[in-house]
């Protein structure tokens, strides 16, 4: 479970900004709303994030640093334009040079290569914790380079960092976790611009393998084309679909309860491209795509993200969650993950939001603000860090009402 995010001179995050979500060990919780941060852990996490904050607050921009960071360890190998794309500073002319610096903090098993996460088996060091942290500089307008990768672990959570590699100006350093043996020509050839892990990974490094297999459970739409047209995002949605019968049997389930009137969704393939139709009640012929509501539309399009990880217990990041559906269904959404029948493996979902009832719903530990300030300059809080905030309190009043910020400053 990920439960640290540090961003600092990226895009609107100018000063280093971290989200801990990490619960107090004696804090009253919902169980339902928590899960260990690694198995047998006391430490718990939220298994939903939900970002407030006025338009152009940096609320995507969260949610952005840490696709980016699982794009980057999976396919930096193969595109060597995205480190490019994670090397977006703070546009002021102080910090174009600075590196732009991402790091995240979760649980796992401790040895990557294990195919099986074991049971029954906590206290000896086979979960704990993990930290990857990246920094990218651009050195001139046409050059970026990795100033720095490094992963490291704590077994059991506790006690001092160790490395699993760590890659700088002076080389590239490894572990028995981590091992380098066998590799000395891949790692020589290691393209400044590609992860260590995405590098070794295309050659069948055990450990990298894994680490990428960890994080492809990281299922977003942020890079993602959003344009709603038969092109690229929505196709991809659909072959999702086609590929996995079952997530479309669900879909329809749910779509038959959210939806007045329509009984199933199907998709037509075609040489070219898949068309999706959807069968209403009391209508002789099918709906096409574009004439079917952008409530249904959007669903059908968050859908596959929030599937997929409530099934391998990996994470969903949605940007504009709320676009086009209705309030009564995003709760829906937090009962799934809520739910131990729908989310055995504790999955997660970190989400953009502008649905303000949606916040009497959550637990102080699971919202977090963006605000801006007049510099350009924003930060990103847990609703938790602000004194005095009260389990029972209305957050919804009181964050329309100013009260915690990140509400836009209207006239």
Request: aromatic share 10%; charged share 25%; with cysteine.
């Amino acid at each position: 479970m990920l439960y640290k995010l540090e961003i600092e001179n990226f895009l609107c995050f100018r000063e280093r900004q971290v989200i801990d979500l990490t619960v107090s060990k004696t804090a009253s919780l919902d169980e339902a709303h928590f899960a260990p941060i690694f198995e047998g852990a006391i430490t718990k996490a939220p298994k939903t994030v939900f970002i407030y904050g006025a338009n152009a607050s940096g609320k995507s921009t969260v949610v952005k640093a840490m696709s980016l960071l699982a794009y980057f360890v999976t396919n930096s190998y193969e595109d060597r334009k995205a480190a490019e794309i994670v090397c977006q500073p703070f546009a002021s002319n102080d910090m174009l040079k600075q590196p732009v610096c991402l790091a995240i903090e979760f649980g796992d098993v401790m040895d990557p290569t294990l195919e099986i996460n074991p049971e029954g088996t906590h206290g000896n060091g086979t979960y704990g914790v993990w930290r990857y942290e990246l920094e990218v500089r651009r050195t001139n307008p046409k050059t970026v380079t990795i100033q720095k990768e490094s992963l490291h672990q704590k077994p059991d959570g506790v006690g001092r960092w160790k490395r699993v590699f760590e890659r700088n100006e002076g080389g590239l350093q490894g572990s028995k976790v981590f091992s380098l043996s066998n590799h000395a020509r891949e790692i020589e050839k290691m393209p400044t611009v590609s992860s260590v892990i995405s590098t070794l990974a295309w050659y069948e490094h055990k450990a990298s393998k894994a680490l990428v297999g960890a994080a492809q459970g990281i299922f977003s739409n942020i890079l993602l084309d959003k344009v709603d047209n038969m092109d690229s995002f929505l196709q991809y949605c659909l072959e999702f679909y086609q590929k996995n019968p079952d997530a479309l049997k669900s879909l329809n389930q749910e779509i038959q309860r959210l939806d007045v009137g329509i009984k199933q969704m199907e998709i037509i393939s075609s040489p070219n491209d898949s068309i999706a139709t959807f069968e209403h009640s009391g209508l002789d012929s099918p709906i096409l795509w574009l004439m079917e509501s952008e409530g249904t539309r959007s669903f059908v399009k968050s859908f596959p993200r929030i599937y997929a990880a409530l099934q391998s217990g990996g994470i969903a990041i949605i940007d504009e969650l709320d676009q086009s559906l209705h309030p009564n269904i995003l709760p829906e959404i937090l009962n799934w993950f809520h739910s131990p029948a729908e989310n055995s493996q504790d999955a997660q979902i970190w989400a953009t939001c502008h649905s303000v009832p949606l916040m009497d719903d959550l637990l102080k530990e699971e919202i977090i603000f963006c605000e801006k300030d007049w510099r350009g300059h924003a930060q990103a809080y847990c609703l938790k860090e602000i004194q005095g905030v009260r389990r029972n309190e209305r957050f919804s009043k009181k964050y329309l009402g100013g009260v915690y910020g990140g509400i836009p400053n209207i006239g």
